[in-house]
């Protein structure tokens, strides 16, 4: 490890906090068309299932059941949070059980 | 500026919905502070860490390059950079309905965006949101559990069970999932769900995992910006 762990601390906390706010600010600059906003709004459902198309990737099979069973459950139950829950469960439960 | 709404009340609805996540990033927390314990940070060094860079991914990147003796102040800069670059897209997003709030209220809150409330309040902003002190309020209770996790790991590191035996590592894609399910209503919306997967499955071939999540919100948000047409 490096000696000086204040100054460490202090270049990686100034390289996360560049990310947090660099895209923020410019876009200040930027003017929103509606064109932009149906991009924007697009963003979330690429991001999230680009999330979960990694977990099954990475994962396999337990992880690509449970996944599909939040997909139902959502409908079923009309909760995400309930159905998110459950997975977590389901996918312990799987793992378990050796799969 | 300083005009939208900004509530306490906000603040409490978006904490009580991230309270969930935040027993997820809780137990990732743990995981984190036990690598930290291993590499020879102690408790205070571990969440000194935790709250500066507030980043799993970010956070494990650095601390492996440390380890390995060679790190240079610039090659641990640009490791954070590349891989927190996603948080330049979320913070683009959100910009529009965040900065009605104000600098002082935006950039506060920004200091809490993470992966999961950035998620949580892009859902709620898609059903109409206008109280902007939501993604603090979300963010929050994340915070604190990154923060308890990451003390009690590198305090306690040979009495716990992997995060992985629980599921925890799969509570992320499972929000990501049931927020999917539950947001695509309409077949058009779709569309970006199918370009994000197939954009992140090519690009972690290629590029890695962190390349991936960035890479495959950009191709989903340029294929609704080509899709777009005005309302006639």
Sequence with gaps: MTGNFPLLLLVMGAAALLCRIAGFTLMRLVPVSPRLEAALRATPLAVMAAISALAVQAGGLAEGLALTAVVALTKVLGSDVAAAILGVGIVAGLRWAGL | ?232
Excluded: H
């Design chain 2, 1 to 232: 500026m300083g005009r939208a709404l900004f509530t306490w009340n906000g603040f409490r609805r978006g904490a009580r919905e991230g309270l969930p996540l935040a027993a997820s990033i809780f137990a990732y927390g743990l995981g984190f502070g036990l690598v930290a314990a291993q590499a020879g940070f102690g408790v205070a060094k571990a969440m000194a860490t935790s709250a500066a860079i507030y980043s799993g991914s970010a956070q494990l990147a650095a601390v492996n390059l440390l380890q390995t003796g060679e790190a240079t102040l610039l090659a641990l800069f640009a490791t954070i950079l590349v891989i927190n670059a996603r948080y330049l897209l979320f913070g683009a997003a959100l910009q529009p309905w965040l900065w009605q709030a104000g600098p002082l209220r935006s950039y506060g809150s920004l200091l809490l965006l993470g992966d999961a409330n950035w998620l949580l309040t892009m859902r709620r902003i898609a059903q109409g949101e206008e109280d902007r002190a939501y993604l603090a309020g979300t963010g929050a209770p994340i915070a604190l559990g990154w923060l308890a996790g990451t003390a009690l790991g590198a305090a306690a590191v040979s009495v716990l069970p992997r995060p992985e035996a629980l599921g925890f590592d799969l509570m992320l894609p499972c929000f990501a999932t049931a927020m999917v399910a539950a947001m695509a209503r309409r077949g058009v919306d779709l569309v970006p769900v199918a370009v994000g997967a197939g954009a992140a499955l090519g690009i972690a071939q290629l590029l890695g995992p962190a390349a991936a999540v960035i890479g495959a919100g950009l191709a989903g948000g340029a294929v609704a910006a080509l899709m777009y047409r005005p309302p006639a």
